[in-house]
């Protein structure tokens, strides 16, 4: 979003004259009795829309090469790190994660080249997804070319935090992160290097979910079930990760491209299949930077709203619309069992969001 | 002083042509060698080319917006993406792929835009450098029709051709002027080409700034309007110093050459649909030009030119307003509308010149004149009334 101050009316001399100019002539035409292209008629039939897309006219031009970029939108939405298991004496479990700083440029939307900072060669970088109660250990390696580092949002020490003395990690450095897995929900993890923003922004930021242990909440244990990664129950769920991110691509401090998961339009250009009698599930992101609040709505279906994921409850029942702050997020729970099949569109509903590419499509079919 | 001559040491047309083939032939390897072993490459710092785009033409029709734009970058541009008001929109790049330093694109946008209104569009590169283009007011831009250009001549008539052909009548009353009133007349001319030539100075510039980088615009209009200068003082002066009818004719293709920058200027602001007021306008800048038949009138007050010459006269004065015209709203860049302003700029400096020597000799007593309360009268009031008469249709 930028500013408006470019929108100032420009008049000149020749453009005020003109007014008395267009008057005359329509004088001097009828004079003369011939029809003067007609300044009021004004016709757009001939800019319809193709019937075929969605979206019409309205979207960006070309395909982003997802091979050279490395990871493809339609991938890496349920594309879970669950790292490496192993057993601590005590019995718990130790999940560790190897993660990498790599600077890379990444085609962010089609043919627009993005000098990024990125986790492990992706934006956003990988879903991190673990058990809640489990020992973590993430190993970061800098091979970037500024000190980078990793703050998760969780419970951890202070010397774990990954803020400048803390974690943060020089050029060819590494640093090992170690906390609990806890609270259970939708979290994430982002560089907090300085400055943040445009740490943020060149592409730092990454989903950190954390299932809940059914064992730990009898009272909810089959919800918590669903949630946990591996069981039957959440077999059935079709899970989703979406990170809502932009990007500034002239530095005015205002967002070129919206989307989530990183390239605009990708969605509504490869909707995303859901098999109706599946329950859909989200574990939305808000990374926008310069933006302060982002939103997802949901064409034609309501949901149940989860912040931060760290209830089994809904903390807002049967919603088409949620916003969140940057670093908000939560879990969406929704069906389309009832639903005929067909695409139904999900954007940012500001408006101007949607149309700089935050936008796409489920496609419902019937399974 | 020596008596050293250079002796004519007679150099063979074959010697010739050897001598200037070699530094030719030194230039050309040079560049071959700066291009195949690019010794610049330690100063490649790894930040991105320089780019430069510049929308030239913009034409709104019922298939949508169609942008004209040049690229100036250091290196051949691509534009990836075109955003209209915040939103991406397909396009059509013609012709497409990179478009050459120096070269020209249309970008095709199917976008329904709204009569009336106000619209921004952004082009984006490879590189994501956004590069705006504001359409203030959105118009259908008109159309080579044949009612389209007979209503812009008559416009271009009506602002042009009617005030010279007005002040000419004034010709008849003229005459009987003696010494004093003529050079009152002759400074009144002097003064009113003295605030065209500021006025298109500014205007070149303004426009000259508008375009694209490549074109050198201040420099563009400074050599332009010095070319004009000289050439027409070169064929004034081929025969004489101008005097009389031939003056006159001087006066008006000047005064003409400015009615073709400000047709250019004011059919582009046609083709671009700037916003209007009403016809008070029209006629405030037909009062403002009435003034030049005055001065194209002058020279010859004490002759008696044939009848043919006050319709050429007028012609020539008036008629490239016409022709301006038609010229800006159909094919308008801002860098010919800038070298049009500074080539008529040169010709107009060149009548102040021969004007001002027309008075100085046309006076006995060259010292007294320049001190004249005539002349400094005629002076102030010929650019009293273009200041005041140009307030009208500056807003």
């Known amino acids: ?367 | 002083m020596s008596e050293t001559t250079v002796t004519g040491v007679p150099v063979s047309g074959w010697k010739r042509l050897a001598w200037i083939l070699l530094p030719l032939l030194v230039l050309a390897g040079s560049i071959a060698w700066i291009v195949a072993s690019d010794p610049l490459r330690s100063f490649d710092n790894g930040a991105p080319p320089v780019e430069a785009l510049t929308f030239e033409r913009t034409i709104l029709n019922e298939t949508g917006i169609h942008l004209m734009v040049r690229a100036g970058g250091s290196e051949p541009m691509t534009i990836a993406q075109v955003q209209v008001d915040d939103a991406y929109w397909r396009f059509i790049q013609d012709p497409p792929g990179e478009i050459e330093r120096g070269a020209t694109a249309w970008l095709n946008v199917p976008y329904p835009w709204v009569l009336g209104e106000a619209h921004m569009v952004i082009a984006l590169t490879n590189t994501g450098t956004a590069f705006e283009h504001e359409i203030a007011v959105a118009v259908p831009t008109p159309e080579a029709t044949s009612s389209q250009l007979l209503a812009q001549a008559i416009i271009g008539a009506i602002v042009g051709l009617l005030p010279v052909a007005v002040g000419l009548m004034f010709y008849p009353a003229l005459r009987g002027v003696g010494r004093g009133g003529m050079n009152f007349l002759l400074a009144l001319t002097i003064g009113l080409l003295a605030f065209l030539l500021i006025d298109m100075t500014g205007d070149a510039f303004e426009l000259a700034a508008e375009s694209a980088a490549l074109f050198q615009g201040p420099a563009m209009v400074v050599l332009a309007g010095a070319a004009s200068f000289l050439v027409l003082m070169g064929v004034g002066r081929w025969r004489g110093t101008p005097t009389g009818l031939s003056l006159s004719f001087f006066i008006a293709l000047g005064i003409g050459l400015h009615n073709l920058g400000e047709g250019l200027a004011i059919g582009a602001a046609f083709a671009a649909g700037s916003a209007g007021l009403g016809t008070f306008l029209v006629v405030g800048f037909t009062i403002h030009n009435v003034t030049e038949g005055i001065g194209i009138a002058a020279p010859i007050l004490k002759e008696r030119p044939p009848l043919w010459s006050f319709v050429a006269l007028t012609a020539l004065a008036g008629g490239p307003a016409v022709i301006g015209m038609w010229l800006g709203s159909l094919a308008y860049a801002p860098q010919w509308s800038a070298l049009a302003l500074a080539v008529g700029a040169g010709a107009v400096l060149q009548v102040i010149v021969e004007v001002g020597a027309f008075l100085l000799r046309s006076n006995d007593k060259r010292s007294a004149f320049t001190l004249s309360p005539t002349v400094i009268a005629g002076l102030v009031a010929g650019v009293g009334f273009m200041y005041a008469t140009a307030a009208f249709v500056k807003i």
């Open chain 1, 1 to 367: 979003m930028k500013s408006e101050d470019n929108y100032h009316e420009t008049l000149t001399r020749r453009g005020l004259l003109l007014g008395g100019l267009v008057a005359a002539s329509g004088a001097a035409v009828l004079v003369s009795g011939a029809t003067a292209q007609d300044m009021a008629g004004h016709d757009m039939s001939a800019t319809k829309a193709e019937p075929a897309a969605a979206h019409g006219d309205m979207m960006t031009v070309g395909e982003v090469d997802y091979a050279r970029n490395g990871f493809d939108p339609s991938t890496i939405l349920t594309e879970w790190e669950s790292g490496t298991v192993s057993m601590l004496p005590d019995g718990r479990t130790l999940r560790s994660f190897e993660i990498e700083a790599i600077d890379k440029e990444i085609e962010i939307a089609p043919g627009v080249m993005f000098a990024a900072w990125t986790y492990n060669g992706r934006v956003p970088g990988p879903a991190l997804r673990a058990k809640e109660g489990d020992r973590l250990r993430i190993t970061f390696k800098n091979f970037g070319s500024h000190p980078h580092s990793m703050h998760f949002h969780g419970v951890h020490s202070a010397r774990m935090d990954g803020v400048p003395g803390a974690g943060l990690v020089g050029p060819g450095e590494e640093f090992v992160y170690e906390f609990d897995a806890r609270p259970f929900g939708c979290h994430l993890y982002h560089c907090h290097a300085l400055p943040l923003r445009r740490h943020m922004h060149k592409g730092m930021y990454g989903a950190f979910i954390i299932d809940p242990d059914p064992e730990k909440h009898p009272e909810l244990a089959d919800v918590a079930r669903s949630r946990l990664l591996g069981t039957p129950e959440n077999a059935r769920w079709q899970e989703l990760v979406m990170v809502m991110n932009a990007f500034d691509t002239n530095f005015d401090d205002g967002n070129e491209f919206y989307a989530v998961n990183t390239v605009p339009h990708a969605y509504a250009k490869q909707p995303i299949r859901i098999e109706k009698s599946r329950p859909v599930r989200i574990y939305l992101v808000n990374v926008t930077e310069f933006d302060p609040i982002n939103s997802f709505h949901l064409h034609g279906n309501f949901f149940d709203y989860f912040d931060t994921g760290t209830n089994l409850t809904p903390t807002l029942r049967t919603v088409d619309l949620i916003t969140q702050c940057q670093a908000q997020r939560g879990i969406l729970e929704f069906s389309y069992a009832e639903h005929e099949a067909g695409q139904y569109m999900f954007h940012a509903h500001q408006a101007e969001f949607t149309e700089l590419g935050w936008m796409g499509m489920f496609d419902v079919v019937e399974a």
